[in-house]
């Protein structure tokens, strides 16, 4: 058991809190909430502070809500955002739905027979029939249009320059999350509402449906945005989001992910998305003051973070993969990862396609690469690199230019690994 918003605090996690949000805590185990988007089936890191929450709130012994957003995730939300998002079929939501709470599951307690299980709803459950003539009825006459114009996330949309202005569903997209909040205040007894800080004026309205059309109290708190030190958006690579699917994002990428941060972003990080406690965080900060070098830090949040979310073997086999670029490696190292694995750490290298063929019946090495592929220019430039140590198949230096290459040497079935100097890498792919 911790102090739930002590704990949020020293990790830097707070940004907004509602007054008499911690005495609230503290009086009674609390259940509280996070909305979650589902336009994918898959988690994408920026989830993560939202999910980190709720999963130090459960370890606080208090009840984790997450809220997939079934029908809001059909409307779209204004905050932050210039363009409406696309609406989704149901299907696609309840698939989406399924595969979100098996990722969950990695960080919440579903299964535990205590009263803070953890418990994933669906806001479309309660809403898909609900009239429009009800809902403007029953909710919409308890809000303003002044109060909800009030809202930074619809004053800022508004008054953009580039706005094309906002959509009537828009516009009612506060109403709905503040009826999310004020359904489970009443079915599922949540108090506290917790999300990013763009989604303060949602959590609020909230609290004032509450107020006012049940005569409860319920609680709001944010986490800050996260941001990266240099200014770059957190989470995104030249490829996109970084995804907790490994289909998506192979742990290899995941785990080289963590592993780039800078030495600033690795101090902030380390506190939200790990569960390492305080004085084990001081003393990584300062090995890494006293040898920045080793990138302690970074080591050691690449690991948290990919056991995390896949697992020891993935760890491993992302950790083996990154020596072979950046470390010595050996032929074993090589044949340890898998095909994707292998794709990711070699994506843009030079690749030929040669014929199985070739390799069945077994060909020259030199004939190989300077004949029938030009990973070299001529037969001659590759004898003399041969002589002088600099090439390699599948990490083992090649002594003699005599030396026939044959299946045995496809990794995955499929490739070859040709380095020629420190840093050059070519892939030959059997067709």
């Not at 060909?363 to 140590?389: C, H, I, P, W, Y």
Request: proline share 2%; charged share 25%.
């Amino acid at each position: 058991m911790t102090n739930f918003v002590e704990e949020l605090k020293w990790r830097g996690m707070i940004h907004d809190i509602m007054p008499g949000t911690e005495e609230q805590l503290a009086k009674e185990m609390t259940s509280a909430y996070v909305g979650i988007d589902p336009t994918a089936d898959s988690l994408h890191i920026g989830h993560l502070v939202g999910v980190m929450m709720l999963k130090h709130l459960q370890r606080a012994g208090h009840k984790p809500i997450a809220l997939v957003g079934g029908a809001t995730g059909m409307i779209g939300d204004p905050s932050g955002k210039s363009q409406e998002r696309n609406l989704l079929d149901e299907p696609t939501l309840r698939h989406n739905e399924e595969a979100l709470k098996a990722q969950l599951a990695k960080f919440l307690d579903f299964e535990t027979p205590s009263e803070n299980k953890a418990e994933l709803v669906n806001n479309y459950d309660w809403m898909k029939d609900f009239s429009f003539l009800e809902f403007i009825r029953d909710i919409g006459k308890h809000l303003t249009v002044n109060y909800m114009m009030s809202k930074d996330s619809v004053k800022k949309r508004l008054s953009a320059e580039s706005s094309e202005g906002m959509s009537f569903t828009e516009f009612t997209y506060q109403l709905v999350q503040g009826y999310d909040f004020m359904w489970l205040y009443k079915h599922k007894n949540c108090k506290l509402q917790m999300g990013g800080s763009d989604q303060w004026g949602n959590i609020t309205t909230g609290t004032e449906l509450i107020r006012r059309k049940l005569s409860g109290e319920a609680f709001a708190m944010t986490c800050p945005l996260i941001t990266k030190a240099d200014g770059g958006k957190f989470g995104k690579t030249e490829k996109g989001n970084i995804w907790l699917d490994e289909n998506r994002t192979s742990p290899y990428e995941f785990y080289q992910f963590w592993l780039n941060t800078s030495d600033e972003d690795a101090g902030k990080f380390i506190k939200i998305f790990t569960l390492l406690g305080k004085e084990e965080i001081k003393t990584l900060e300062q090995e890494h003051l006293e040898a920045p070098h080793q990138r302690k830090l970074q080591k050691r949040l690449a690991e948290e973070m990919t056991i995390m979310v896949h697992g020891e073997d993935a760890l491993k086999m992302a950790q083996e993969a990154s020596q072979i670029l950046f470390g010595k490696s050996t032929n074993e190292n090589l044949k340890a990862i898998d095909e994707r694995t292998f794709l990711s750490v070699f994506e843009g290298v030079p690749t030929f396609d040669i014929d199985k063929n070739w390799l069945n019946d077994g060909v020259n090495v030199v004939d190989l690469l300077a004949e029938k592929t030009q990973v070299f220019g001529s037969k001659g430039e590759m004898r003399r690199l041969v002589k002088g140590g600099g090439v390699s198949i599948n990490k083992e230096k090649i002594q003699d230019v005599e030396l026939t290459v044959d299946t045995s040497y496809l990794l995955n079935n499929k490739y070859i690994l040709v380095q020629k100097g420190k840093k050059k890498y070519f892939v030959l792919q059997c067709q």
